[in-house]
């Protein structure tokens, strides 16, 4: 009986598979109505929105393999789960999306290619916390940190639970913000230890900073992002801006200060670089996320306060894929958007 | 002079007395949200201005929550034509909250007001300790996933994990009319907080994190870590200032 079981699952999901990659996964990130463009003309246009996207019951018809086959085998109707308080976010770029959860304690794993919605609640035997940062590897390992657990947890591509990072060597206190550079090193933002964890390829400690933690100070970092030369930026949440170290760790520069107006923060959230080293922060109580360039100079800030598309309300988590598409976890309209930064050719 | 001191030294001994038994001022070392350097037992505290001339000035405890006018001298490169001064944010009750605009964005289901302050670092990354969530439960609701992913259940296996908010909801008008449909549709008692108390609706008569927590200073006779900055000094003194059941095994 399970091998007949385990066939049909094979069959049911290769056949979408084969049918329906490419569609699927244009259809996803080209459904919204009004486009929208930010700043609007007759200047140039930066960012477009592709997508909004609320949850599980925008894919019940067609409804996707796998919930067919459960109730084919079961007799039950799956059930989902909705976006509660979205936070970390990371994308594949090419058929999934992560998004930690820490009210509904898990993380949503969407399928844009066969239309489905699972869900990561548990490592080993143990159930989630508070999950809030997610990254991938190269090999489409994720990592999760859990604040309240005070680890952080890793998975296949499968979701199966691998371990938890830095298991007997790093005691985390509150690990947050997670990013991984190009060469899998990853990168762990310790709030309450006010530290960034360095761990290898291998998942092997291998070093901490800020070097000079009494002249560098980080005062709650919350998030993280790498850029592809292995600068690292952090959300320096109590100092109200973004620190940029270089790749030995050594600060190079500080983005922003306390303030309500362009150029400044109130909130700092989530960090996330483009293709073209561009800086987004986002600011949780402006309901925005504002661009700088390497230089720390303000581009561009896309968003304000409301519900309508492309406006936000308290948002949290940045990922930006290799194909320049940004997502936010907006996270109290319990919903995510996705932007296409434009580049010059374009 | 010496009326001075006398007159100066009454008003002390008079505010002090107002606080009897409640926690520690904001100003104060040992108030959790007093974020200044100075505050050494505090988990969280500005680092010294001293080190470093961008940091936000040590001894400054309220730009934390609430956040000063400041914007950078250019606009954005990208956006030249852009007007915009300063970000509509909610950290001051003397701020556009009345606005009509504002108010078609903030009805219930979203943390509005004040509670934003308090919710934008109560995130579960910045800060522990608050969850909102909807629709407001009292008992976990049992979810049924076809699949648990990340256990050691294999694929396809149905089993039960419960997902429940345990928060009371916030950022809603509570006014007349909301207590009779109470009432007259829910058969539910509720009374109007009697005025003047500290546990008190917001301007426009919204229940806030404020209504049940003094986020400046613990007026709880007994501190207790599950309500913290409680708004009262017994704990049912909060609770039953709206609900107007008691006593009773399930008031609520």
Known sequence: MNRIKILIYLILLLSVAACSHQRAKSEFFSDIGVPRVWPSAPEQPRVKLLKVFTGPDEFTAPKGAMSSLFELVTGERPQSVGLMTPAGIVSDGERFIYIADPSARLVHKIDFVDNEMTYITHSGSEPLASPVGVALDSFGNLYVTDSVKAKVYKFNKDSEYLGALGEGVVEFQRPAGIAIGRNDHKYVADVLANKINVFDNKDRFIREFPNSPEINNLNKPVNISVDLNGNVYVTDAFNFSIKMFDASGNLVRTIGTVGDGPGTFARPKGVALDSESHIYIIDANFDNFQIFNQTGQLLLYVGSTGKSPGQFFMPNGIYIDHEDRIYVSDSYNQRLQIFQYLKEKH | ?252
């Open chain 2, 1 to 252: 002079m010496r009326f001075l001191i006398i007159t100066a030294g009454l008003v002390i001994l008079a505010l002090s007395g107002l606080s009897e038994g409640a926690g520690r001022k904001i100003s104060e070392i040992g108030n959790k949200h007093n974020f200044s350097y100075s505050n050494t037992s505090a988990n969280y505290r500005a680092i010294p201005a001293n080190d470093n001339p961008s940091y936000p000035q040590s001894a400054q405890i309220c730009i934390f929550c609430h956040t000063p006018h400041h914007a950078s001298a250019e606009g954005p490169l990208w956006n030249r034509k852009a007007t915009t001064k300063t970000f509509k944010h909610f950290s001051s009750s003397t701020l556009s909250i009345d606005d009509p605009a504002l108010r078609a964005v903030s009805e219930y289901g979203q943390p509005n007001g004040s509670s934003r302050l308090c919710l934008s670092c109560h995130d579960g990354v910045t800060a522990l300790g608050a969850v909102f969530t909807t629709p407001f439960s009292m008992s976990p609701q049992p979810i049924h996933f076809m699949d648990v992913k990340g256990g050691r259940s294999g694929a396809g296996v149905a089993i039960s994990y419960e997902t429940f908010s345990s928060h009371h909801p916030v950022s809603f008008r509570y006014d007349t009319n909301v207590i009779n449909i109470l009432k007259n549709t829910f058969g539910k008692d509720y009374k109007y907080p009697p005025l003047p108390y500290n546990v008190k609706l917001d301007r426009l008569q919204r229940m806030q994190c404020t209504t049940c927590h003094d986020p400046h200073q613990d007026q709880s006779d007994v501190p207790s870590q599950t309500t913290p900055f409680w708004a009262a000094g017994k704990y049912d003194d909060v609770c039953l200032a709206c609900h107007n059941v008691y006593p009773s095994p399930n008031p609520w």
